[in-house]
């Protein structure tokens, strides 16, 4: 199966792409995890912020939203990293990572990668060099750990 990535500034998204990246970030993070919240968050079009797309046959399979820097100490975020469904066990999450990592040292290479992971993901996110930085809290009734990953 070859995807196509798409590494895009909020403003090249088009209305159908946008829809897609909130439709899956609706099934996934709000009906399948059962989890009600607050998804649209006013940062998904916002300054110089970034949308990471795995597209096959014109269908999202997975995405990330990258957040740049609120100023020069402060780390580039990774958040809403989201694999569908019917694309599981193809290590598209693996893809998705090393793809999100490239961005982040592409657009803003002298700084820390952070990321607010579910605790159970630890292991997944510790492949990719991301380290501990937080005790576990709960973030919409589901755990979780801060996670910082050192600038190159």
Known sequence: MEVYWQDLH???LSVQQLYQIMALRNAVFIVEQN???QDLDGA????ENRHLLAVFDRQLLAYARILA?????KPVKIGRVIVASEARGLSLGN?????A???????WPQHKIFLSAQAHLQEFYGRFGFLVVSDSY???NIPHIDMVR???
């Open 10 to 12: 909020h403003s090249d």
């Open 69 to 73: 820097p609120e100023s020069l100490e």
């Open 138 to 140: 709960l973030e919409d």
């Open 35 to 37: 989890c009600p919240y």
């Open 95 to 99: 893809r998705l990572m090393e793809q």
């Open 101 to 107: 990592i490239a961005c982040c040292e592409h657009y």
């Open 44 to 47: 998904d079009l916002a300054g």
């Open 150 to 152: 050192a600038a190159k």
